[in-house]
């Protein structure tokens, strides 16, 4: 079946439309339960990071906008997180806000809770 589906893929016009019927062939006559199981867990993966991405935005934003505040409850959520640093990183994303400059510590935030997350998991 894969090699059938890696062959299509190399397959230009009508030999790929031939392909094609063929896989669909193929897919009629087996089970298809475990691949529509793959497919529910790539979907479901792309929809967990999307909301975790939306999570740490969020942090990010909570962050910069409450300062020092709001580092306990990140420590909370990521004990493995390194005070200093997000106070710095925050600090400094406050004075590129205020100043107007591009927000190179507002997306060094958010890598960096993305890499906390990261070595949570």
């Given at each position: 079946?894969?090699a059938?589906?890696?062959?299509?893929?190399k397959?230009k016009?009508?030999?790929r439309?031939?392909?094609?019927?063929?896989?669909?062939?193929m897919?009629r006559?087996?089970?298809?339960?475990?691949i529509?199981?793959?497919?529910?867990?790539?979907?479901n993966?792309?929809?967990?990071?999307?909301?975790?991405?939306?999570k740490?935005?969020?942090?990010?934003?909570?962050?910069?906008?409450?300062?020092?505040?709001a580092i306990?409850?990140?420590l909370?959520?990521?004990?493995?997180?390194?005070r200093q640093?997000?106070?710095?990183?925050?600090?400094?994303?406050?004075?590129?806000?205020?100043?107007?400059?591009?927000?190179?510590?507002?997306?060094?935030?958010?890598q960096y809770l993305?890499?906390?997350?990261?070595t949570a998991?």
């Open positions: 079946m894969r059938a589906i890696e062959l299509a893929q397959i016009k009508e030999g439309r031939r392909q094609l019927q063929l896989i669909g062939k897919l006559a087996r089970d298809v339960e475990p529509q199981t793959a497919l529910d867990k790539l979907k993966r792309h929809n967990q990071q999307v909301s975790l991405f939306h740490l935005e969020a942090l990010r934003d909570r962050l910069v906008e409450e300062g020092d505040d306990p409850s990140i909370a959520l990521y004990p493995e997180a390194d640093q997000l106070r710095a990183l925050v600090r400094n994303a406050q004075k590129e806000k205020a100043t107007n400059k591009p927000p190179k510590a507002y997306r060094q935030i958010f993305r890499d906390l997350a990261e998991e």
